[in-house]
């Protein structure tokens, strides 16, 4: 399964079950484990925003130089989630 196919997943399952979402933003690890089976792995930090009318989130990605190390945490992310 892809990044992406994955985060609407999980997009999806917080927009319909509000006792999931509540899990994810307050302990996202342990939220994906018991719902999805998935095992972040150490050294990964993984946050979670709530998008509101009143609340928006800017996500600034990595430069050019960070993206060789970027694509290797996310193949390493998306084996331990297969």
């Known amino acids: 399964m892809s990044m992406d196919t994955l985060k609407e997943k999980i997009i999806k399952k917080a927009w319909e079950d509000a006792d999931f979402k509540a899990r994810l933003l307050a302990d996202p690890r342990s939220a994906l484990k018991q719902d999805f089976g998935i095992d972040v792995p150490e050294g990964i930090e993984l946050s979670v925003l709530a998008e509101t009318p009143a609340h928006y989130a800017l996500v600034i990605p990595p430069q050019p130089e960070e993206l060789d190390q ?13």
Not at 72 to 81: D, H, I, K, L, P
Request: charged share 15%; glycine share 0%; net charge neutral.
């Open 70 to 82: 970027l694509k290797a945490t996310e193949a390493q992310v998306q084996y331990s989630w297969n």
